[in-house]
């Protein structure tokens, strides 16, 4: 049976319609401290790990203060490991702890430890800020590409940003793989909150099968 297509998103939106930020307990605002938290998400995520881990731990490490680049390269290593440990990210604690430690100081050196100056820097340019990211220990395509989606929700210049792994949660649902057509679909929804969701059916056939299922 052939499901109409704006249904079916409506109902992944309506059930998983929230960006991974919020998920974090980031209220994101283009100011330094939730842009850092939102990169050091976007490197947790981006682990071969459960997406439920990655955020609790980005929860842990900001009840442990590590909420900016000045205090998390000011935290010593076993700090930053025992954050990790507390929300669950155990098997990269180690190797992630550095990361962490060495792109906070990154930041510092180079951009004063305001993302924003990234930005400026890329003269906002998409595949420039991409490449940019990527310089952050830790920090890879797909990194990367977990920032920008998350950050178009207050990076306008950004968006829309629908990446490979969105596309791909499109195509499990049987939507289009354009992204026009989907922007199309998704009407006044959040580009962002579109992104997550569709994220989410990539890598989860549950929450794909649950929206086809309700959708029929």
Do not use: C, N
């Amino acid at each position: 049976m052939s499901r109409d297509p704006g249904r079916v998103l409506r109902e992944l939106l309506d059930a998983h319609g929230r960006t991974y930020a919020e998920e974090a307990g980031i209220r994101l605002r283009d100011t330094p401290q939730p842009l850092y938290r939102l990169m050091v998400l976007a490197h947790l995520l981006s682990a071969r790990i459960r997406g439920s881990i990655a955020v609790a731990t980005a929860r842990a490490l900001h009840e442990a203060g590590l909420r900016d680049p000045r205090r998390m390269a000011g935290a010593d290593w076993q700090e930053r490991v025992d954050a990790l440990g507390r929300g669950g990210y155990r098997r990269y604690d180690e190797r992630t702890a550095t990361q962490l430690g060495d792109a906070a100081e990154l930041l510092t050196e180079r951009w004063g430890g305001d993302l924003r100056r990234l930005r400026e820097q890329a003269d906002g340019e998409v595949p420039e800020t991409r490449r940019l990211l990527q310089e952050f220990p830790g920090i890879g395509p797909t990194g990367a590409d977990i920032f920008l989606r998350e950050v178009q929700r207050v990076w306008p210049g950004i968006a829309p940003y629908l990446d490979r792994k969105a596309l791909q949660g499109a195509q499990r649902l049987g939507l289009p793989d354009d992204p026009d057509r989907l922007l199309e679909l998704a009407g006044s929804t959040d580009p962002a909150v579109l992104a997550a969701a569709l994220v989410r059916a990539s890598v989860d056939r549950g929450v794909a099968r649950d929206a086809l299922d309700h959708a029929d």
